[in-house]
Every structure is written in C-alpha cells, then in structure tokens.
C-alpha cells in the first residue's frame, strides 16, 4: 500500500464505519486494503497514484456504456445548470416513465424512487397491501436491499420462517418472511401450496447475481408464475441488476416470463443514484396519492438522475449494443474457461449476456449452498495477483463480473493473458 492510499484509508477509519460506506467495499471477502479510485474513463479506473486497471466491477452493474460517457456527462451538465432538485414534477420525469414503459414488457405504469433498495421496500408495501396478505418468499443469496423485510435468511428447513440475517431487525418481521433455495421448484411449490392464503408475493432476482451469477435452472421461472398465478400471489422481480443489462426488456423480455411487479435501478440511472418499480396499471394505482399505499420520497424522479437515466437509455435503444456486448463476454468466458482447463484448476463459469462469474468449485453452481462451497481463498489470491496486474474484479467472490460498451477485443486479450499468468502462479 502506498503513503497515499494508508493515509486515505487512516482517515477514512477515524470518521466512516468501517472506512466505507458500503461493506463490500471494505475488501473484507478478499484480505488488504481498498483501492482509493480518483478518477474513470471508458472501461479504466485511476487510483490516487494514478495506476491504472481495467474494470469490470463497473460501479456494480450500472455503467453499461462505461465510465463518464461524453453524452451521459454532457445530460448532466445541462440538467444541473437548470437546478438540482425541484420537488415538484418535471418534463424529463414523464418522459423517462414512458421510456421504461415502452421497454419492460410487463410495466404499464411506474413509480421513480432514489435507489434499489427503497424500489424493493416500496414493492413489497405494494404488494401487502393489493393483496391484503402479510407474508413474503424470497430466495436464499438473492440481494433485494437492506430493508427489514429482506434482511432474512431461511431457517433450520425449507419451509420453516425466516430468521434475521442483521441486528436490528424485529424477529416480528422475519417470521413473514419465507427464504426457500433459489431454483429448487419442489421446496416452492411445497410452500406455497401450503401456506398461499397468507403469502402476499413472491420476490426473486430472475438472474440471481448477488451471489455471484447462478442463472435460473430451465423451468424454474416458469414455475413461479404458474404458481403465482393459481394462487392470487404477485410475482416481482427484482431487475436491478439485469434491467437493461440483458437487453431493453430485461430478464423478463429475456426468458420469456412476465412478473406483476418489477423493481429497477443502477443502468437507469446512467452512474447516478435512482430506482423504479413498476407493473400493471391496477396494481400500481394503489400508490398514493391514487391508492392507500403511501410512498413518498423528496429526491424521487430527481431532474439530474433522470437527464443521465435518459442519455443512458436513448443510447442503448438507438444503438442496440447487446449483440456485440454479448458477443465480447462469451470471448472473455470462453477464455478463461480454457486457461482453467489447461491449467487443470477446478472452476465453474455462469455467463447471462455481458455479466458472469468465475468459481473455483469441483461442482456446478445452482444456488447459494453451492456458491458457499466454492473456493473463497483460491478467489482472494486470483483477485490480488490480477488487481497487481491492473485488472480490477469484485472484491468479493460472491459478486459478479459485468462489462461495458467501452471494453474492447485489446481489453479482453489483455485480461485472458494476465488471468492466465495469475492463475499459474497459484
């Protein structure tokens, strides 16, 4: 560690929890001590020495056209000489609703709100309160924010109620909460047969990339709708992450399968701090002020958020980068699938369009006790020895691997050639 970055981290200590103001930044999962970035452009980060890396964590998925793009910057700018937040409706805001309206399939009307987590939150509420029902179903390593409801990991058995995952969360809350295993249809459809007259909604990442990227087992989707369906309980998903990562229409558009609710942020906000929910127009009338479910939030459909939401969005409509995206993720997969064959190291590779994962695991990857079993130190060491290399992973070995349009065939052959020296040298 340089002067430089143990002085920042020093005084990032003293005054911020952890020295971070998100855990996983705290390189916690890997061992050190983070990178203290100044400055991006395109796919490069720059740290405070000025060393350079090519980034694939990508501010966590939102930047799919790379860092500070000239049109997203430029967006901003005029929007932040009109003023910076109004609390009172704008142009762009209605303008921006129907972008997404036109691109998600099963959103008919929406809701902006300022990040993912509170899109969750207010899902949720939505939820409860359409059906008058109480409890919930998640899935065990998927990510839907901090929010009480969804700070809940699964009991002692498959069915039994949920169990707080943090202090500070009521056991009064957990108890309505059911966590079953990602992609395990038997423990679901045995869930909800039993207990659907109280169940309110069933949440699920539709790619569950919080865990690293596990990708939905063939039918398991499909599954939950049906269900769902039967049962008079909405279905979410949670599009943070794949919402116009997979495509204009998302997960959804994607497989083929079209929830009630769905939750959305990061690309659309083009870097910039905003989330959504939307879905069908019946349900989403029972928002306040329409309906009685009350949400509200001063920075929601805030004017610079939705400027870079809209530059982002107009570029990816009008350019449809998806296929060649898609085509230079396959590239980097495909690579280093063959360097761990070579190098005889056990690995298993997700990919779901232009986000994946590497794990150093004997066996296939199909939910989070598998993700658990996977090697977090062969990780640690893969994650060092390439950081040292200039290629900057998640710190984590639970996160996923997302590129850009500014990521290059150069960026790609450069990363194979030091991931395979990395992994040679484990």
Not at 95 to 101: K, T
Not at 128 to 139: A, E, M, P, S
Not at 293 to 309: D, F, I, R
Not at 357 to 371: A, C, G, H, T
Request: hydrophobic share 40%; net charge negative.
């Amino acid at each position: 560690m340089s002067k430089r970055h143990n002085d920042l981290w020093q005084a990032s200590i003293t005054v911020i929890p952890g020295g971070v103001n998100s855990p996983v930044r705290a390189f916690r999962k890997v061992g050190g001590t983070p990178v203290f970035i100044d400055h991006a452009r395109g796919c490069r980060l720059f740290d405070c020495d000025g060393k350079e890396y090519i980034d694939y964590v990508l501010s966590w998925g939102p930047l799919i056209l790379g860092h500070a793009h000239p049109s997203v910057l430029s967006a901003i700018r005029q929007a932040c000489e009109k003023g910076t937040s109004f609390g009172a409706p704008t142009a762009q805001e209605a303008l921006f609703a129907q972008m997404i309206v036109e691109s998600v399939p099963s959103i008919e009307k929406v809701r902006l709100v300022s990040s993912g987590t509170e899109a969750a939150m207010t899902a949720i509420r939505l939820a409860r309160g359409y059906t008058g029902r109480d409890d919930i179903i998640k899935f065990e390593g998927c990510y839907h924010g901090h929010s009480d409801s969804l700070l809940v990991k699964a009991g002692s058995g498959a069915a039994t109620l949920g169990v707080p995952d943090s202090l500070g969360v009521p056991a009064d809350f957990a108890r309505h909460t059911l966590t079953l295993p990602y992609n395990d249809t038997d423990a679901f459809l045995q869930t909800i047969q039993q207990k659907h007259q109280t169940i309110a909604c069933v949440i699920v990442e539709p790619v569950a990339a919080n865990m690293g990227v596990v990708p939905p087992e063939d039918g398991f989707l499909q599954t939950l709708r049906e269900a769902c369906t039967t049962y008079g309980v909405l279905l979410i998903f949670d599009e943070v992450i794949t919402g116009f990562r997979l495509g204009l229409g998302g997960a959804q558009a994607h497989y083929g399968v079209m929830p009630d609710l769905t939750t959305l942020g990061k690309i659309i906000g083009g870097g910039m701090p905003i989330g959504a929910v939307g879905g069908r127009a019946k349900i989403m009338d029972h928002l306040a002020p329409d309906g009685g479910v009350y949400q509200a939030g001063t920075l929601s459909g805030n004017p610079v958020a939705v400027a870079a939401g809209i530059a982002t969005l107009k570029i990816l409509s009008e350019q449809n980068p998806y296929e060649a995206l898609n085509r230079l993720s396959g590239n980097l997969a495909d690579g280093l699938r063959d360097i761990t064959q070579k190098l005889s190291i056990p690995s298993y590779l997700t990919r779901v369009g232009s986000m994946m994962s590497l794990f150093f695991s004997e066996q296939p990857v199909r939910d989070f006790q598998d993700v658990l079993k996977t090697d977090a130190d062969r990780y640690r060491r893969y994650f060092h020895a390439m950081l040292n290399k200039g290629i900057y992973l998640a710190p984590s070995p639970y996160e996923a691997t997302f590129l850009s349009t500014a990521h290059t065939e150069e960026d790609i052959e450069r990363t194979l050639t030091a991931a395979e020296e990395s992994l040679r040298g484990l």
